[in-house]
C-alpha cells in the first residue's frame, strides 16, 4: 500500500526549515528518503530502520517513529539546492520478520527561492 | 565508476508498436527494478528481478514485458497493449530485495507517442 506523504508543496526562503512527513498505515520494516530534481533519476538520502532511530545527511536529516508507523524528513537551514521532489519508499515487514520491495509515495515538491 | 545506464533517453512510439528500453548495471546488484512516473503519481513499479532467469510483475504489470537473461541487464518492452505509454521510466537496482538496501537509479527514459 502506497504511502500518503504531506505537505504535497512547499514554497520556503533560503535559510528557512521544513518537515516532510510519510506514513503507513502497514508495520514497517524501513524508509528509505530520495531527493528527485525535475528530469533527472532520483538520488538516495538516508534509510531508517525500526527501531526509532535518527540519522542525518548534511543538513538534512530523518527520524522514524515505528509505533505509529511514520517518518519525518527535516530539511534545516534550506539551500537552494534542496529544490525538488522528495519520495519516501516504504518496505512493509512480513509477519516471519522479512520485509516486502519498497512503495513509493506521491513525493512532495520543494520550492527553495532566494 | 559504477552506475547504471538507461538508453535511449528519449523514444517515440507510433501506435501498434512495441518498443524496448535498455537498463544495463555494472553494480554487481541481485536485485533490479523497473518504474514508471507520471505527474503526482509517485513512481509505481512495474516488475522487478530478484535473480537471473526469474522476475516478477509489480502493482502496473498489464502492456508490459520483461527478461533477465544476464546478472547486469534487465530491458522493459512497452507492448502494443499498453494503450497509455507516455511516461517517464525509471531502472533501478539494489543489491537484494530486502528492505535495508538502497535502490541506484538510472537517467531514464521518457516516452512518447508519435
Known amino acids: 500500500q502506497q504511502p500518503v506523504q504531506s505537505p504535497q508543496a512547499v514554497i520556503l526562503r533560503e535559510g528557512e526549515d521544513a518537515v516532510i512527513n510519510c506514513s503507513s498505515s502497514k508495520a514497517l520494516y524501513s524508509v528509505h528518503w530520495y531527493r528527485q530534481k525535475h528530469g533527472e533519476a532520483p538520488v538516495f538520502l538516508m534509510i531508517?530502520?525500526?527501531?526509532?532511530e535518527q540519522k542525518g545527511h548534511e543538513k538534512i536529516s530523518a527520524s522514524f517513529n515505528e509505533k505509529k508507523q511514520q517518518s519525518s524528513l527535516y530539511l534545516t537551514a534550506s539551500q537552494l539546492s534542496y529544490s525538488g521532489t522528495y519520495f519516501c519508499?516504504?518496505?512493509?515487514?512480513?509477519?516471519?520478520?522479512?520485509?516486502?520491495?519498497?512503495?513509493f509515495g506521491k513525493g512532495t515538491h520543494l520550492i527553495i527561492q532566494p | 565508476d559504477g552506475g547504471i545506464t538507461q538508453s535511449p533517453k528519449y523514444l517515440f512510439r507510433k501506435e501498434g508498436q512495441n518498443v524496448t528500453l535498455s537498463c544495463e548495471q555494472n553494480?554487481?546488484?541481485?536485485?533490479m527494478y523497473w518504474y514508471r512516473q507520471d505527474p503526482g503519481q509517485g513512481l509505481r513499479l512495474i516488475y522487478y528481478?530478484?535473480?537471473?532467469?526469474?522476475?516478477q510483475k509489480g502493482d502496473i504489470a498489464e502492456g508490459y514485458s520483461v527478461s533477465r537473461e544476464k546478472k547486469e541487464s534487465f530491458p522493459l518492452t512497452v507492448t502494443s497493449a499498453q494503450k497509455n505509454p507516455t511516461a517517464f521510466y525509471l531502472c533501478?537496482?539494489?543489491?537484494?530485495?530486502?528492505?535495508?538496501?538502497?535502490?541506484?537509479f538510472g537517467d531514464g527514459t521518457r516516452l512518447s507517442i508519435l
Open positions: 519508499g516504504t518496505a512493509v515487514m512480513y509477519s516471519g520478520g522479512g520485509a516486502d520491495g519498497l512503495t
Open positions: 533501478a537496482s539494489s543489491r537484494d530485495r530486502g528492505g535495508n538496501q538502497p535502490q541506484h
Open positions: 553494480l554487481n546488484h541481485d536485485a
Open positions: 528481478s530478484q535473480i537471473v532467469n526469474d522476475f
Open positions: 531508517l530502520l525500526k527501531g526509532g
